[in-house]
């Protein structure tokens, strides 16, 4: 008997449970108290922290780096292989897809010279495809898995150097429905995937020896049942580069205060149901918007437990993500999704991606994809979004 197991699927099953009363109250609980919460937590978290005295976009590489992203591969791949032997390989983490959707990524005419930089020096419009996905690492019914969510977004006609070169013409774009990562740095992270591997994730955040009780509360803050994916707010959780010697995190925000009713019915994909059923009748819109690194203590480059706090360095918005009326649950769209790549380092060099999650993922982020179309013995692929599916 896997005591630890019986344990973790306890506390998930009581969370799916609350998950279905969620509605009823969730709302108002966050307004009265989701800011105090974030506040206190963040106080918690920053008391408790070591400054390591960095200066504005500067990194602190681990000795340790390229031993712990080693193993962090080996458990995700050994995941992979261990839960789709005898089926179709999905992604380790941000798993479920419940769409990729075309539109375009509107530079900002309006922008000052000092925002002019990388892909927002010129005012023009880039093709990309979004995919909206749930957390993982697995694909449960959506009412099992819809605390979390996430956001890919591929620019597509990008002229430049590339920081890995396996797609020439792109720049990836990836955040999730919390402003802070699961973990605030990759010997934590894994930590959490050999706890997964273990198949008792939630002992990782409350496990007697070692738990993470603040980065619980943060990810549970933001964590509720969600109504539909294209009306979440998104946020990097780490930094890039912006130019040369400015560093950033941005967030994607949308611009309709919309809300879908909740459904009668919990159907196994019915957060997909109501991205269709918005994307049937109306277009839908984001701002993006970037976030300057003010105060390398207070907003690090090493730690994604941490909020950068707006009051000392407000959002600024510098695009406008469009997604027009259209149809996007076909089954080769779908099939379309799950063989993509994202990657953050799928990227110019003004926005490489910063800090120890990061330069991590270049390599996680490569093998996994790998793996996963090895697997499904599919081609790599560069979208140009001029893809067309059959209805």
């Excluded at 609350?18 to 919460?37: I, K, N, S, T």
């Excluded at 900002?108 to 996905?133: N, T």
């Excluded at 605030?184 to 008792?200: D, V």
């Excluded at 990782?204 to 070692?210: A, H, L, R």
Aim: a negative charge; one cysteine or more; aromatic letters at 12%.
């Amino acid at each position: 008997m896997n005591v630890e197991k019986l344990v973790s699927d306890f506390l998930v099953a009581l969370v799916q449970f609350e998950r279905r009363f969620d509605p009823y109250f969730r709302d108002e609980l966050d307004r009265l108290f989701q800011e105090p919460m974030v506040t206190l937590a963040q106080y918690l978290i920053n008391r408790w922290r070591e400054d390591d005295h960095l200066q504005i976009a500067e990194e602190k590489t681990r000795p340790d780096e390229q031993e712990i992203t080693a193993a962090i591969i080996a458990e995700m791949a050994c995941f992979t292989r261990e839960h789709y032997r005898s089926g179709h390989a999905q992604r380790a983490g941000n798993t479920k897809t419940h769409g990729i959707v075309r539109g375009t990524f509107e530079v900002r005419p309006d922008l000052p010279d000092d925002l002019r930089v990388g892909i927002f020096r010129e005012s023009r419009h880039y093709p990309v495809w979004v995919r909206f996905a749930g957390p993982g690492p697995l694909s449960p019914p959506d009412i099992k898995d819809s605390g979390i969510l996430s956001i890919g977004v591929k620019l597509m006609d990008v002229p430049g150097d590339k920081l890995i070169d396996d797609e020439k013409f792109t720049q990836d774009f990836t955040g999730i429905s919390s402003p802070t990562f699961t973990t605030p740095n990759i010997a934590e992270n894994l930590k959490l995937q050999r706890w997964i591997g273990k198949g008792a994730p939630v002992l990782y955040f409350v496990g007697p020896s070692d738990p993470h009780f603040l980065d619980a509360i943060m990810q549970g803050l933001y964590a509720h049942t969600q109504r539909n994916p294209l009306e979440a707010r998104y946020w990097s959780c780490v930094p890039y580069l912006f130019g040369e010697g400015r560093a950033i995190q941005y967030t994607i925000k949308p611009r309709s205060d919309e809300k879908s009713p909740f459904p009668k019915k919990w159907t196994e994909n019915y957060l997909r149901e109501a991205m269709a059923g918005t994307l049937s009748r109306r277009e839908v819109t984001y701002d993006f918007l970037i976030q300057f690194q003010t105060d390398s203590f207070r907003m690090p480059i090493e730690n994604a437990s941490v909020v950068w706090p707006e009051r000392l360095s407000p959002f600024i918005s510098v695009a406008t993500i469009r997604l027009p009326i259209q149809r996007f649950d076909s089954p080769g769209q779908l099939a379309f999704a799950d063989n993509l790549s994202f990657n953050p380092w799928h990227a110019i060099p003004e926005h490489r991606p910063l800090g120890n999650q990061s330069r991590a993922r270049k390599a996680i982020y490569w093998e996994l994809s790998k793996l996963r179309q090895a697997m499904n013995a599919a081609p790599r692929i560069e979208p140009t979004g001029e893809e067309t599916f059959d209805s």
